[in-house]
């Protein structure tokens, strides 16, 4: 049995919503293990004179105050809890600001920046319990902040000085990104502490910029080799280490598009900062020759100007990989800050110990990133399967070369070839996720796969487990946000991009993807809006116009409709959309004159666009006959039928409900 608090002074408050209380109890349980004395109202004096004061003793009394946050909490905008907040953090205001006081444990998937908590909870560091499961460098954490020795430093940045084990390489590992992981780590301790102090001199520091705490941004590598055709490496490098860092929970990262958009222009850190709205920056250069490498990064404190912490590595090109655990190990103990093994492994999962099978990955990826013809397609999927023959265990190429399958596979002309590509993007994904089953990329690769085959229970509960594990990356946010959004969930699906933008504010895919989620649920003025800001993102991306034509169509704006859908006529969807308006605006035969053009482009793989366009004609009928059509071929177009606004007019047919309960939409 767990002996009751007999210390008031060295207790911690445990405060939580009552439908947490089992996720709770795990929390109490592993502390009061530990030795802790533990406050945890279990009473039925709740909102009773009685049990009002013995709360605000208790909270008065309590050495830590730990508000445990969730979608319970979330939800409740009253309750008990939130006075137990208010009146620990009244606490709080009397206390110095090195005092460590308030601990904030989240127990799923809920984001700091989206919680709603009082202010003074954002503050500090927080840690996630899923499920309320406690592990033991959480309790030794603890232990640390009740610890009387405890250095204001160590209590602001949550390190454990005592925690100083070395840090072990996995057999997969990524060169030198864990290394700089842990500096950035340590780095980021520091800026929390330079925060604080401006906090109490607030006439030395800028006031009209106040980015979220533990945020960065990480700039492209500068290429230092004086070879061009190097770049796509110091490019990679930086993405590697950028998708590494937003594995690290509540540490905010700008992801790709928008930090890289910055790349060759002479703009100041300051100006980068606020444009992405991060608290740090992290820059370097990338010197490679036949033999060796030299890695030079700087981290810099964006609301000061002043740099955190610099180093420069130099390494033969086949130790890089080798030497990462080293590295990281002295930089760690050098700043006093422990990389925990749990971090480390989210880092390595699914990487290369090769260096010529991680050149051919970075060289896979630069080719999807570029335009999507079906040059840089085969370029991807050649450097891909390059990287998998040099190391038939690198999950990262198998989940690269699935997505780069699947994307080729939608633009095949016919639907047999598509089916053939879905195929060998399926088994690929399937052994991404052999190797490493808890890659992000590899549920992704999974998502896209089944999204492919109809199969959206299966693409749904990827999506989710994607998003699980990599809640800060903006491109699962993406895709995941616009397939909740087209299948019906629209306001999940359009918190999930918005999220994405935030974190990419200047990519023009995660703006794509927000207005496609409005448009789905029908919010027109709000997609038009969307859409514009993605053509001045990118004015050369000819689908938007006809995207912001369906909207403009939607709000009933036939004039703008037509002229935004006539801006780029020789997009083949263009068409779709110019033979929707025209009829609308009784200029049937050129509305003829679209289809013919679109159908002569398409042959039977524009099954579905072609239902469109007859069920805005008002000709039923034939819009049914391409919908079977559609569902006989496996058209992946049927993806968005739930929520697709032009085919509104045939949702109340027996046959359209028939087609919609045969792809068995999850709920």
Known sequence: MIPPVTEPSHAVFLSYASQDAQATQKIYEALRAAGIEVFLDQSELRGADAWDQKIRHQIHDCALFMPVVSQHTQERLEGYFRLEWKLAVDRSHL????????????????????????????????????????????????????????????????????????????????????????????????????KLWISKYPALAPTDFAPPPHSIAVLPFVNMSGDKEQEYFSDGLTEELLNSLTEINELQVAARTSAFSFKGKDIKIGTIARELNVGAVLEGSVRRSANTVRITAQLINAVTGFHLWSHTYDRDLGDVLKLQTEIATAVAGALKVALLEDVAAKVELGGTRNPAAFDAYLRGAKAMRSPRDTKDLLAALAAYTEAIRLDPHYALAFAGRSIALSDA??????????????????????????????????????????????????????????????????????????FAAEMGQFDTGIATVRRAVVLDPLSRASRSALA????????????????????????????????RGLAYYGLGDLQSARA??????????????????????????????????????????????????????????????????????????????????LLDPLREEPRFQAIERELKFPN
């Open 95 to 194: 206390m110095a600001t090195e005092r460590p006081f308030l601990v904030p444990v989240v127990i799923d998937g809920t984001r700091d920046q989206e919680a709603f908590v009082p202010d003074a909870f954002r503050a500090v560091q927080w840690t996630r319990l899923p499920g309320g499961e406690t592990p033991a460098a959480f309790v030794e954490r603890i232990k640390r902040l009740l610890s009387p020795e405890l250095s204001p430093l160590s209590a602001v940045s949550g390190a454990a000085p005592g925690l100083r084990k070395p840090v072990r390489a996995s057999r997969r590992s990524k060169p030198v990104l864990l290394a700089i992981v842990a500096v950035v780590l340590a780095a980021i301790a520091f800026f929390v502490a330079d």
């Open 409 to 482: 596979a939608e633009d095949l002309a016919t639907p047999a070839a598509g089916r053939e590509g879905f195929d060998k993007a399926r088994a690929d994904a399937r052994q991404a996720l052999a190797l490493a089953p808890d890659l992000a990329q590899g549920f992704v690769a999974s998502a896209f796969v089944a999204g492919g085959d109809l199969d959206f229970t299966k693409a749904s509960a990827a999506y989710e487990r994607a998003l699980a594990l990599a809640p800060g990356n903006a491109g699962v946010l993406r895709y995941s946000g616009l």
């Open 516 to 547: 496609e989620a409005l448009y789905a649920a029908r919010r027109y003025e709000e997609a038009v809006a969307a859409f514009a800001e993605v053509i001045s993102l990118d004015p050369d991306l000819k689908v938007t116009y006809m995207e």
């Open 564 to 645: 935004s859908c006539e801006t780029k006529q020789d997009e083949v969807y263009s068409r779709e959309c110019l033979a929707v308006i025209y009829d609308k605006l009784g200029r049937h035969a050129d509305a003829e004159a679209q289809l013919a053009k679109l159908k002569a482009a398409q042959g039977d793989a524009g099954a579905y666009q072609y239902a469109l366009v007859y069920a805005q004609w008002g000709q039923r009928a034939k819009a049914l006959e391409w919908l079977e059509t559609a569902l006989k071929l496996r058209d992946p177009g049927l993806e968005v039928l739930k929520t697709d606004p």
